[in-house]
């Protein structure tokens, strides 16, 4: 392996642990904790039980009480849409003149804290940290959760058993909903992720009616023709070369 990629491969796990522990891992303030704006009480860093299934210590916090069964699928989605945010939002980041960066809680930590304050040299290190690493699975288990774990099967719940058949055989005791059978059209699907109305005209606001989908090249050059728009992509523009600010 060179050695550029081992020292990436010795420097992650060490930015990604004084993350979690809210620590800086590199520059002349390492070993530190992240500074932090507020009415801070640092009697917080100590082990508390937050509510049922869930805990925080030394600003980490763990819910383990959020669960949803294989039919919730409103719940499931609800859940995807938070594991897929962004890891930092951009409107509660300021850069302040001495290049200082401040990033404002959503939320203020049950300590009285409403920001925190990172050198640049510190930001950047902890956006490095949220790089998830190159082929290797995201959810792993260690402990007693581990695949090959002895005492797993005595903690791990096992899968619910098959629906009880009535004593006539004619009826079927459900203990879920059945998952429908008809697909999400294309209309529904472009309106859920790019908030695209496909059934609401964009001229009167009248509704529409999905007649059907063009998937032939030939007829769709055709049509475009007809209605003098182009029928080619745009060309891809260059990227982008955005401001770059000098962190010391």
Do not use: N
Not at 74 to 102: F, H, N, T, W
Not at 104 to 120: A, E, I, M, Q, V
Not at 127 to 148: D, E, S
């Amino acid at each position: 392996m060179p050695e550029q990629d081992l020292a990436q491969e010795s420097l992650l796990p060490e930015l990604q642990a004084a993350s979690i522990q809210s620590r800086i891992a590199m520059g002349e303030r390492r070993g530190w904790y992240v500074r932090r704006l507020g009415a801070v009480d640092f009697k917080g860093l100590r082990a508390e039980r937050t509510g049922h299934l869930c805990a925080q210590v030394a600003g980490f916090s763990l819910h383990a009480a959020v669960y949803c069964k294989p039919w919730e699928h409103a719940k499931l989605e609800m859940l995807c849409r938070y594991i897929a945010r962004p890891a930092v939002a951009e409107e509660r980041l300021e850069l302040q003149p001495s290049g200082d960066v401040i990033l404002r809680l959503k939320t203020p930590y049950t300590d009285g804290t409403t920001h925190l304050l990172f050198s640049g040299l510190e930001f950047v290190e902890k956006l490095a940290a949220l790089i998830p690493p190159a082929r290797v699975h995201l959810t792993r288990f260690f402990g007693c959760l581990a695949p090959h774990a002895k005492i797993r099967p005595f903690i791990v719940p096992e899968p619910s058993p098959a629906p009880a058949m009535a004593a006539d055989s004619a009826e079927v005791t459900q203990t879920a909903p059945e998952r429908p059978e008809r697909a999400k059209r294309w209309a529904e699907l472009l309106a859920r992720v790019f908030g695209l109305d496909m059934e609401k005209c964009a001229d009167c606001g009248g509704p529409l009616k999905i007649v059907s989908a063009i998937l032939e090249p030939h007829a769709i050059r055709a049509i475009l023709t007809h209605l003098r728009l182009p029928d080619k992509p745009p060309d891809l523009a260059p990227a982008r070369i955005l401001e770059q600010f000098q962190f010391s």
